[in-house]
Structures are given as structure tokens and as C-alpha cells.
């Protein structure tokens, strides 16, 4: 009976101690959300940037001109619509999706997708099921 109670006070008083350090904790909460609230957020002013005014001039000086050079113009990617266009124009008989994947290596989701486009842009035509030919 004795071993019961010695352990129940020391449970209170464990209990006690824990109970004083949530109020502390309580009011340190209190204070940190009153500074908090009390200061407002501050906004960082984007920095403007001055532009200067072309400078008029009242004389036109002469200004030597650099001779052109030739300029060597990149060549532009294809696209798979450029390739699948370029396919079926080349044939006279027209050309069927197998050919087109065969040819292009693109699978037949892709294919159909892009005949699909060029259908809608009156570029091909199709003869039969599958078959597709020029406009």
C-alpha cells in the first residue's frame, strides 16, 4: 500500500511540473504571436531602371556603311508534319500508314495524329482506307 502511494505523489507532482511548463510555454506563444502581429510585413521596392532618350542632333554626320557579307542561313529543323507531307507528296499512287511508319519510324498513334492535321489543313487527301495522297 505504501509502494502505491509513494508512486501516485510522484506521479502528481510529475504531472504538476509538466503542467507549469505548458503555461510557460503558453506564454511565451502569447508574446511571439503579439510581436508578430504587431509588425507589419515589409515590401522590397523593385529597382527602376532609367532609360535614356536618343540624343537629337541638329547635324547628320556621314557614316560609312559596312559592306554585306553573306549571311549563311541555318537549316530549319523538320518537323514531323514537314516529313510526313514530304512522303506523300513524292508519291503519284499514294502512300498508307504502314509506309509512313516504315519511313518515318514514327509509331501509328503519331502517324495518325499528323495525317489528322494535314487532313484539316487540305494539304492530303485520302483515296481509300489508310491511303493518303496530295491535294
Do not use: C, H
Not at 4 to 30: C, H, P, Q, W, Y
Amino acid at each position: 500500500m505504501k509502494e502505491l502511494d509513494v508512486f501516485l505523489r510522484t506521479v502528481v507532482e510529475g504531472m504538476k511540473s509538466m503542467a507549469e511548463g505548458i503555461e510557460v510555454l503558453a506564454e511565451k506563444l502569447e508574446t511571439i504571436s503579439k510581436s508578430q502581429v504587431n509588425v507589419a510585413p515589409k515590401r522590397k521596392a523593385k529597382a527602376k531602371v532609367a532609360r535614356k532618350a536618343p540624343a537629337k542632333s541638329s547635324k547628320k554626320k556621314a557614316v560609312k556603311k559596312a559592306p554585306k557579307r553573306a549571311v549563311s542561313k541555318k537549316a530549319k529543323p523538320s518537323t514531323a508534319v514537314n516529313a510526313v507531307l514530304a512522303i506523300i507528296n513524292r508519291s503519284k499512287k499514294g502512300v498508307n500508314t504502314a509506309t509512313l511508319m516504315e519511313r518515318t519510324g514514327y509509331d501509328q498513334k503519331k502517324i495518325a495524329n499528323l495525317v489528322y492535321k494535314l487532313k484539316k489543313q487540305g494539304k492530303i487527301k485520302s483515296v481509300n482506307k489508310g491511303v493518303y495522297l496530295k491535294v
